[in-house]
């Protein structure tokens, strides 16, 4: 009888898989209002890649990722206003090249896509009713053009070029987002703990079996590639 493989252990939801609610304690989206808004303070979140910018609308105070170059005090636009550097406008408004990030998959919902630090798309076209946008993995998206985005290059580039060093920064940057470190490849495992333990034979060639199970594997063997539907060459 061994022991419980990671996915099945996560699936408990331990506190060892559970993110620290302190991580997520503010909360980025856009708000309701429209009009001049200004940056009251730059936040370390420690649940994020980039700074936060804790923004004052009115009465009202939002919370939105922070562009390169954003300072404290500085005034914003929200729904109206040119394509400057850190306005929230409307993708129909924008000029066709511009750079932007924490884009609305639908409108209102308070942005949902390129959020994580030193990323942004930029506005390739427009067409009736709808706006193409080139993602950061050179694939184009088609959105509502109505749907709301940041102007400007989301804060926080060249953080993954940063040396870790210590094995104690890596734990507790990954702790921070409720994930397992250090992982143990399967491997390494015994055969009693995971189907791919067992120290001999790692590759197919040599008796080993092969890393993509059956459709009907059970759940403690459905592990490895997820089988395709269909190989080889699709024809034109």
Partial sequence: MGKRIIQQRRGRGTLTYKVRRKSFRYKVKYPSEEGKAKVIKLINSAG?????????????VFYNLAFNGMIEGQEINVGKGKAEKGNVL????????????????????????IRAGGNSAVVVRKEKGKVVVLLPSKKE???????????????????LEKPIVKAGKKYYSM?????????????????????????????????????????NAPAGAKVGSLKPKRTGRRKK
């Fill in 90 to 113: 409307a993708l129909k408004d924008m000029p066709i090249g511009t750079e932007i990030y924490n884009i609305e998959v639908k409108p209102g919902d308070g942005g949902k896509l």
């Fill in 175 to 215: 702790k921070a987002k409720g994930k397992l470190w250090p992982r143990t490849s399967a491997v390494k495992m015994n055969v009693v703990d995971h189907p791919f333990g067992s120290g001999r034979g790692k590759t197919v060639g040599h008796g080993k079996k092969g890393k993509t199970p059956k459709k």
């Fill in 141 to 159: 998206k088609e959105f509502d053009e109505k749907c709301r985005a940041t102007i400007g290059v989301i804060a926080g580039h060249g953080r």
């Fill in 48 to 60: 994020h890649t980039a700074p936060l910018a804790k923004i004052l609308l009115g009465k009202e």
